[in-house]
């Protein structure tokens, strides 16, 4: 019995390695969701791991944020070519953008006023096998 468990276990994990298994790559609207997880969890480290990291790093005052809610969050659809602005990151393979409304929940003195904000997400892809990376965001 106890070489029957060491073998389905070993399978297990072996079966998880492989391409295409226990991988799933984000999507566009997950890689966004995530971002507000971390930015609800004042995780500047996680918020950081989503975008690419030549984007400008300004303060982020997390500490003067009660609450950010993401309340909807959509790809959008049939994206033009000349949507892309090429100064984020040049000749991406696959890129999209994400409309997002979120509520923030700020304390005196933080940049957000508490309200409702509309933004915008343009994300890229290096490769089909890549998970979506943040270049660029603001309001719409």
């Known amino acids: 019995m106890k070489k029957c468990t060491w073998f389905i276990l070993i399978t297990a ?8 298994h226990g991988n799933k790559l984000m999507t566009a609207e997950e890689t966004v969701q995530k ?7 004042k995780d500047e ?8 990291e030549k984007i400008p790093q300004g303060e982020r005052q997390l500490d003067l944020l009660n609450s950010v809610k993401l309340d909807n ?3 959008r659809e049939n994206i033009d070519k000349s949507d892309w602005c090429q100064p984020w990151y040049p000749d991406p393979y696959d ?3 994400v409309d997002t409304t979120f509520i923030v929940n700020a304390k005196e003195g933080s940049v957000f006023s508490s309200g409702t904000y509309y933004y ?3 994300l890229v892809r290096e490769s089909k096998d890549l998970d979506w990376i943040i270049v660029s965001f603001g309001m719409c």
């Open 120 to 122: 915008n997400f343009w």
């Open 35 to 41: 971002y507000f997880d971390y930015w609800n969890e």
């Open 73 to 75: 969050c959509i790809e």
């Open 13 to 20: 994990i072996l079966a998880a390695l492989l391409p295409g």
């Open 45 to 52: 480290q996680g918020m950081r791991s989503l975008e690419y």
């Open 95 to 97: 890129f999209t953008c």
